[in-house]
């Protein structure tokens, strides 16, 4: 197996099992639970690109305004790839905790909320092109969870924290993410525009909202009136047409065709720029030549 691996994100120690779909699980949160709502006063919480999306819809805010007041960037990887965490007050407590009934967005809470106890593995086999899904438990002292005497199945957990439909609308980005981290520097470092992208079109999905109905980039890309039409109103295929440009940007995949000519267009403007830099490396280099001479006579 390979050891590359994309944990969905706790900074809590995991027990080493490896837990599939069908192994079991003993336990039980619930209000009235004597340690209720500690988990979420030291809450470290990672946002993947769906959570946000549901969050900014249930407070119908833009998600400028969202990712202003309740959260923070920070590199997933050497390559400084951006991933989100959630902002936390001083004491490591959550935004949305309430002391007295608890999580205060339940119905639209981010992922590592419902999988909770459970990390999630996104691992891909050596020689397999398709990551696999596993699980590991997190034992936290402060989690009384564990002592309740409920058994269920990782399977019907999930089913029951909802994580199906959230699982749905981000695994096209853990699949992104797994891509890169197993095309290790082959594939390159990306580039400061590429990182904006991904950034964008991954958790800020007005402003890419813009970048895509944009004459600019209609100028680039060969797509249907109707696409443009369902991207104006629908965030989720906002989304999913985000992944897709995102794998072109990092990996060169063709998924979203381009205009005819922009391809050549391209490249004469870059050739533009490599003759410029050449030129101007030249006399800089034929000035400093010039100089030694003066110096030497
Ligand atoms: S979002 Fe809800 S469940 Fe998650 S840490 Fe905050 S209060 Fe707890
Ligand atoms: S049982 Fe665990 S998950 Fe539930 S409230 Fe207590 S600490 Fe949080």
Sequence with gaps: MSDEKFDIPFKSPTLPKVLSDDSKLKFSCYKGISCFNACCKRSDITLVPYDVLRLKQRFDMSSEEFLDKYTVPYPMDQDQ??????????????????????????????????????????????DSSEPQIQYSLVVEEHCKGHEED???????YRKEQGCDEFDFYNKEWYELILKKKSAGPGVGKPNEMSLQLFFMASYNTDMFRRFVLSDKFRASYDIPAETYEQLEKDDVALL?????????????????????????????????????????EIEARNKQVEEQMRKET
């Design 150 to 156: 409920r058994e269920l199945t990782v399977d019907e």
């Design 240 to 280: 999913q047409f985000g992944y897709k440009l995102m794998r072109q940007a990092l990996f060169g995949e063709k998924l979203i065709p381009e205009q005819p000519g922009v391809w050549e267009k391209r490249v004469e403007e870059r050739r533009a720029v490599w003759e410029a830099r050449t030129q101007a």
């Design 81 to 126: 790839v951006p991933g989100l965490k959630m902002k936390v007050h001083d004491d490591g407590a959550c935004p949305f905790l309430d002391e007295e009934t608890g999580c205060t967005v339940y119905e639209d809470r981010p992922t590592v909320c419902r999988y909770y106890p459970l990390a999630v593995l996104n691992i891909r086999e050596k």
